[in-house]
């Protein structure tokens, strides 16, 4: 550390030294041409000439004492602008009037248009030490290096284009990015320049503009827009053969990390322009409730359960434990935490939900304070054809987890539900409901404080549509799509877990959580916009099929039932359905329904249907 520190400090000084040096040379010269200039190059009266060679090193120290006073040796010169040009011709002014009062007041023989010709080359040659770094990068990021950087459209004519072609040229980024023009909707803006590049038309022109200009990349900087002005841009951008890139939304944090602007930029992700705009939460308030507490995520190598992992982790808690039956799941989030997280108290044990007794073990050993119970089967199609494993593994594991935070004293349990537990038509829908049933059962009987959160599906997730129309168009198509009129609610994993954790600071015992979730997405635009992605067409390089309804799958998804009510949070989008009433032998009944699905038998989902009186099975087509 100390012989980094030194090599710091070596190179600091050696920067002032050469700032001094300069502007040494920078004051002697400014003196001698303010003479000469005043004589017309002729000979210079010796008295004159006498009254500046002899107070040159005088004058000099004036100067640079002047400058070190005024930070001018101190500033970081790479990323000078108009602030820096105040304080240069500030100090060159207070310098020159420093100078002027002594030597008038010694009576000394002075040109009176000395000081004006003075002054004037002194901030010339102070500036041009000081801005050549970026006026040579200026230079050459106006001569495109063709063996290396792009032609790169920006789209997106407000601060974050300026902060961004800013950085390109003060860190050499031309040699990436050699920005050709810039797209923006505001007429007001459009003709005009940034930095002496063009803005050319709005997002209509990007095709014509990008054959123009041979566009090779376009990067959308519009930090500001929501992902439905996002998803409009790059329809307009794939009409181009360039490759798309973003920038996120993060310019307000430049300043605080010093990170580089241009290593923001990224390759355009569908999570960026399909579901809702992100919805915001209170990250202190989250962290207050995790801090310092021991947690443990039920199924932690899940989609789910994994982001859960990761964000409690980096609010530093107490105790982290990763509960999986899935071990190649458990070790890799296991091992990205170790990486990331190099301090953090973390267990990851292998184990199932159904497994009353080893589940046991671990509230015995760690006595959680905060159970996330994200451990599910979720598959509609698969858990159609095995019903009995939906109630084995999602009511069965709920209830024995439940059970035990009840038994084990932990002080919140926050259940994973789904929106398909709405008036389900398909058994896994049915057993979440049940898992919310018994979740609003056991609040009422325990002084811990349980509650479910119910959103709709993720981006990306294990078994989501994403990223099974991925994998179609790799191989060449079709994208099945099971009804041209099915709508789906969707967000990001970040962004339900981020719901689910936000939900454990409100919860107060029996609440369903649910989001807003806005509009839902039609999914056979949503596969348009995905081969779109790719880089295709569709209908042309990639055929979409329509396949028909599965079983148990419902055109639409509902978010909330009529009977639960809704109550506001402090966050706007997130609501809270009330309690329903519960059959009084409801666990009971469970218990029998455990039974039979243990024993494999055939008619569960009507069994499931005698407790869960809003699931409608649909009939068996032989």
Known sequence: MRKKAKEVFGKKMARILVLVFFDIIAVALASLFALWIRFDFQTIPANYLHTVTHFLPLDTVIIITVFAITGLYTSVWRYASIPELISV??????????????????????????????????????????????????????????????NTMIVGGGDAAHILIDEIARNGAYEEYHISCIIDDNKQKQGARIRGIPIVGNRFMIKDAAEKYRIEQIIIAIPSAGKEEIA?????????????????????????????????????????????????????????????KTILVTGGGGSIGSELCRQIASAKPKLLIIFDIYENNAYDIQQELYRNYPELNLQTIIGSVRDYDRLELVFQEFHPDQVYHAAAHKHVPLMEVSPNEAIKNNCLGTLNTVKLADKYGVKKFVLVSTDKAVRPTNIMGASKRICEMIVQTYNKKSKTDYVAVRFGNVLGSNGSVIPLFLKQIENGGPVTVTHRDITRYFMTIPEAVSL????????????????????????????????????????KDIEIKITGLRPGEKLYEEMLMDEEGLKETPNKLIHIGQPIDIDRNFLSKLDKLIDSAQENKADIKERTAAIVDTYKPAKETK
């Open 89 to 150: 011709i500030g100090a060159c002014v207070g310098s020159d009037l420093i100078i002027f009062s002594y030597k008038h007041l010694l009576l000394l023989p002075t040109p009176r248009s000395f000081w004006f010709v003075f002054l004037a080359f002194l901030i010339f040659l102070t500036c041009g030490v000081r801005y050549s770094y970026r006026i040579g990068r200026a230079i050459l990021h106006a001569i495109p290096n063709k063996n290396r950087s792009k």
């Open 232 to 292: 409009k841009i790059v329809t307009e951008c794939q009409k181009t053969d360039a490759e798309i890139k973003i920038l996120p939304a993060v310019v307000k944090s430049i300043t605080e990390d010093e990170e580089s602007i241009t290593n923001r930029i990224r390759p355009i992700k569908y999570e960026d322009f399909l579901g809702r705009d992100e919805i915001v939460v209170n990250n202190d308030e989250i962290k207050d409730n995790l801090t310092n």
């Open 500 to 539: 689910i954790l936000q939900a454990a600071v409100y919860a107060e015992g029996g609440e369903i959580f649910v989001l807003d979730m806005g509009k839902p997405v039609r999914i056979f635009d949503l596969a348009k916009k995905i081969i779109r992605y790719k880089g295709l067409e569709p209908g």
